[in-house]
T-cell receptor, first 112, second 114 residues
Framework: KQEVTQIPAALSVPEGENLVLNCSFT??????LQWFRQDPGKGLTSLLL?????REQTSGRLNASLDKSSGRSTLYIAASQPGDSATYLC???????????FGTGTKLQVIP | NAGVTQTPKFQVLKTGQSMTLQCAQD?????MYWYRQDPGMGLRLIYY???????DKGEVPNGYNVSRLNKREFSLRLESAAPSQTSVYFC?????????????FGNGTRLTVT
């Protein structure tokens, strides 16, 4: 069974810092991996989706990397802003979408 | 541009009561999913519908039933609510497994069973 770990569970940084969120997974035979953002009391918003054949995916200040062989993905946030404060979840997929496994997330607080 | 809409947003039930959580998507997606989110456990799949007319169990189906009413709507029913079903419930959709596209989520239903 796929196990997904996100470290750290919580992170507090001053505004403007660059930061890295980590995601590790035990089954490397993934089809793709998604990074989501969840604001308090809200649903999940997809940030980036990396296909298994890709190494990186970028959107604005966000860059996600994938190393399938080592079972790791990172989400890099450049020049963090208070509006980036949220919980970030990673979710690798094996096979159909019923085989998506979610991590428990990293709760990020960006202090003005 | 509503995406995935869930109703109600909040609900309090007494043990043994029943209720149906509603989900509708306007993106013409084939596949729909019900998840529950509990503190420290991540999202867990309850049931899913790969296409209109089909439903299958996920990781934690006990105590729930689902209906794929049409391509747009997928409902989750609790026949006899238990305190262990206190959770936040999310509905999600995708075009289908053959597509490399993201999951789209609703804003959730927060359910408390007393």
């Amino acid at each position: 069974k796929q196990e997904v770990t996100q470290i750290p569970a919580a992170l507090s940084v001053p505004e403007g810092e660059n930061l890295v969120l980590n995601c590790s997974f035990t089954d490397s035979a993934i089809y793709n991996l998604q990074w989501f953002r969840q604001d308090p009391g809200k649903g999940l918003t997809s940030l980036l989706l990396i296909q298994s054949s890709q190494r990186e995916q970028t959107s604005g200040r966000l860059n996600a990397s994938l190393d399938k062989s080592s079972g790791r993905s990172t989400l890099y946030i450049a020049a963090s802003q208070p509006g980036d404060s949220a919980t970030y979840l990673c979710a690798p997929r094996i096979g159909g979408y019923q085989k998506v496994t979610f991590g428990t997330g990293t709760k990020l607080q960006v202090i003005p | 541009n509503a995406g995935v809409t869930q109703t109600p947003k909040f609900q309090v039930l007494k043990t043994g009561q029943s209720m149906t959580l509603q989900c509708a998507q306007d993106m013409n997606h084939n596949s729909m999913y019900w998840y529950r989110q509990d503190p420290g456990m991540g999202l867990r799949l309850i049931y899913y519908s790969a296409s209109e007319g089909t439903t299958d169990k996920g990781e934690v189906p006990n105590g729930y039933n689902v209906s794929r009413l049409n391509k747009r709507e997928f409902s989750l029913r609790l026949e006899s609510a238990a305190p262990s079903q206190t959770s936040v419930y999310f509905c999600a959709s995708t075009p289908g497994s053959s597509y490399n596209s993201p999951l789209h989520f609703g804003n959730g239903t927060r359910l408390t069973v007393t």
